[in-house]
């Protein structure tokens, strides 16, 4: 007789990311006071990079939008400067991924305006802009920038078309974008862009769900659910996948995973619950984990996605009683490393005028850098200019390290660049711009230096601080400024804190590998 054995098999998966949980921001790490927006557009009003928030806010006559440093956390004055070149409420800003001191907004004025950030953060009111398209006929209510060429604008409009504007154009106003896509037959909600921004992913009010190619603006796929209505589009990275978050036939809050190559019928369709906040999705192709925050909730709930069914894994949801309006999330490349840190929003809570921090933390006992929750990443260099990518080159972003000390601080060569790129006229007639014009003369006068034959040794190099060569740096001339002073100082000592501290763990470990072979030599010899 033969007896067949029961083999056990766990019923759980093997994931690193299991634990991850939440943990907000101290109230002294916080931004208070910030006259949120009241617009009812499903936007996220918050752009985060590793130097300043921007966040849209409330005002009469006009729209503007706060611009602040990272470090300038706590009570936020109410006659704190701030961009407000729009005639019209300001409807979406986006960050330049390859320029921290770019941001462009969208507004109800029809136009789309890209400005340029002094390094030292906006010390008065920004009316003039650095570039305005014109070209949509009703108000403007996103915009998105290509993930991996330079200077390549999408915008959206009420009008149904999607316009691709090319800022390389040396006019201070453009009004002929590069393409104009057609094909949508009511009011875009979303845009995304696969990892190297070949393809567009849309959604649209009329329930359709569109994948294009962007450059030529074909249509190659449509998808149009009867069981499910998309507002909100997101690529999972190199998964071919399409993630899309909306509502079931039933009024149910629902999110649907998508084939990229097959948009005829949806992966998977998985019903959360009867709210009726617009579900935002937000994707980390490095960790590939999926974090769902909707508006006017206080928890995110979180996922891991992978290639094989079914597809969607969920992890567990971060709560708080405090209700979002809107997220920005910061680059991976302005994240705590030393905290295994993953991820980082910035939840704007309007019913106590707050900008709240919230990490997402992988627990590890160990202080020291986790290569195997940190793989290369995109980084903030562009892959292509803008005249290769419309002359049809396609390149995946360009990757970079998070471990500490692969990071090299802006050169002197970037730093000319930077001023070189600006007009000094123009910098003169823009208020706020004083300061890069400064930082260009002294450019100059150091470059006369180095031409007169001084030999370039490491004891004739100014030293460096938070990125910051402090021989360009002017004194501070007002209370802004010397916060701002005080606020970089202080991260210096904390991020050389940290460094001390990992290096004191890294002697402790190398003490006791000693003792452990001298122990081990002792006993062979006996």
């Not at 005002?59 to 939008?65: D, E, I, K, Y």
């Not at 097959?262 to 009867?274: I, K, Q, R, T, W």
């Not at 000390?405 to 004083?434: C, I, T, W, Y």
């Not at 004194?475 to 460094?499: A, D, G, H, M, V």
Request: charged share 25%; net charge neutral.
């Amino acid at each position: 007789m033969t007896v067949s054995k029961m083999t056990w098999r766990p019923q759980y998966r093997s994931s690193k990311y299991r634990h991850v949980f939440g943990k907000a921001a101290t109230k002294e790490s916080c931004y208070d006071g910030v006259p949120i927006t009241c617009s009812v557009q499903d936007n996220n009003f918050c752009a985060v990079n590793p130097r300043f928030l921007a966040v849209i806010t409330e005002c009469a006559g006009g729209g503007a939008f706060l611009v602040l440093s990272l470090h300038h956390t706590g009570k936020v004055v109410p006659t704190h400067p701030r961009v407000s070149g729009h005639k019209g409420n300001v409807l979406d800003i986006k960050w330049n991924p390859f320029n921290d001191f770019c941001i462009a907004s969208c507004s109800e004025d029809t136009t789309v305006k890209v400005w340029e950030i002094p390094p030292h953060g906006v010390l008065i009111n920004l009316t003039v802009p650095w570039k305005e398209l014109q070209g949509h006929s009703r108000r403007v209510g996103l915009i998105e920038w290509h993930p991996t060429a330079n200077n390549i604008l999408f915008s959206t409009a009420y009008d149904y078309q999607v316009m691709i504007w090319n800022l390389d154009s040396p006019e201070q106003v453009i009004k002929n974008p590069v393409r104009t896509i057609s094909h949508h037959t009511d009011v875009v909600l979303s845009m995304s862009f696969n990892t190297d921004g070949s393809l567009l992913a849309t959604t649209c009010k009329d329930r359709k769900v569109r994948l294009m190619e962007p450059r030529s603006g074909n249509l190659l796929q449509e998808a149009n659910s009867k069981t499910h209505k998309a507002s909100k589009v997101v690529f999972l990275g190199n998964m071919k996948m399409l993630l899309t978050s909306g509502t079931s036939r039933w009024n149910e809050r629902q999110i649907a995973l998508w084939d990229q190559d097959d948009l005829s019928v949806p992966l998977l369709e998985e019903n959360l619950d009867g709210s009726s906040g617009v579900l935002f999705p937000f994707y980390d192709p490095d960790t590939h984990m999926l974090y769902l925050a909707g508006k006017g909730d206080g928890n995110i709930r979180y996922y891991e996605i992978s290639s094989e069914k079914p597809y969607i894994h969920y992890l567990t949801e971060y709560r708080s009683l405090l209700p979002q309006k809107g997220m920005g999330v910061m680059p991976k490349r302005g994240l705590d490393v030393c905290s295994c840190e993953v991820f980082r929003f910035y939840k704007l809570v309007t019913i106590k005028s707050l900008i709240e921090p919230l990490s997402m933390i992988v627990p590890r006992r160990s202080e020291s850098y986790q290569e195997d929750i940190y793989p290369m990443t995109a980084g903030n260099r562009p892959a292509l200019t803008a005249e290769e990518w419309l002359d049809g080159i396609n390149k995946g972003p360009v990757l970079m390290s998070l471990k500490p000390g692969s990071q090299v601080a802006e050169s002197h060569s970037e730093m000319k660049g930077l001023g070189n790129s600006l007009d000094s006229r123009r910098s003169q007639s823009r208020p706020g711009m004083l300061q890069l014009a400064y930082i260009q003369d002294q450019l100059q006068a150091n470059n006369a230096k180095e031409g007169s034959g001084r030999p370039d040794d490491d004891r004739s190099r100014t030293p460096v601080s938070n990125g910051e060569d402090l021989a360009l740096c002017s004194p501070p001339r007002t209370e802004n400024e010397l916060r701002l002073k005080f606020f970089k100082q202080q991260e210096e000592i904390r991020r050389l804190r940290e460094l001390l501290n990992q290096r004191d763990v890294r002697v402790k470990q190398l003490e006791l590998e000693i003792n452990n072979i001298k122990n081990s030599q002792s006993q062979s010899s006996l």
